[in-house]
């Protein structure tokens, strides 16, 4: 079973930039869907982007408010799917989390324990 942690979240100002990485156990690490995701206070978890398998840049899924601002890439030496956060707002603070699941499979069957992202007005 895979297991992923992810890190780089933080306190940034509004218009700011971050980081997440997502740290993946295991050679078939890079053979997984990677999904980001994220929870604010008092709402529910929604997807922000994923990296398909196989790994490329052109094989990416973003949600409407991360096109143009986050870029999600995968480093199959490093076992590591990282999410680039530009341009934050405070509306994208929640806590971040990545996710795996097989090519084909419905569920995501591995998950990280979250980053915190703050960001300020």
């Known amino acids: 079973q895979v297991q992923l942690v992810e890190s780089g979240g933080g306190l940034v100002q509004a218009g700011g930039s971050l980081r997440l990485s997502c740290a993946g156990s295991?050679?078939?690490?890079?053979?997984?869907?990677i999904g980001w995701f994220r929870q604010a206070p008092g709402k529910e978890r929604e997807s922000v982007a994923a990296?398909?398998?196989?790994?490329?840049?052109?094989?990416?899924f973003y949600v409407d408010f991360a096109k143009g601002r986050f870029t999600i890439t995968g480093d199959n030496a490093k076992n590591t799917v990282y999410l680039q956060m530009n341009s934050l707002k405070p509306e994208d603070t929640a806590v971040y989390y990545c996710?795996?699941?097989?090519?084909?499979?419905?569920?995501?069957?591995?998950w990280g324990q979250g980053t915190q992202v703050t960001v300020s007005s």
């Open positions: 990296l398909n398998w196989p790994w490329s840049a052109g094989n990416t």
């Open positions: 295991g050679r078939s690490f890079s053979t997984y869907v």
């Open positions: 996710a795996a699941r097989r090519p084909g499979g419905s569920e995501y069957v591995a």
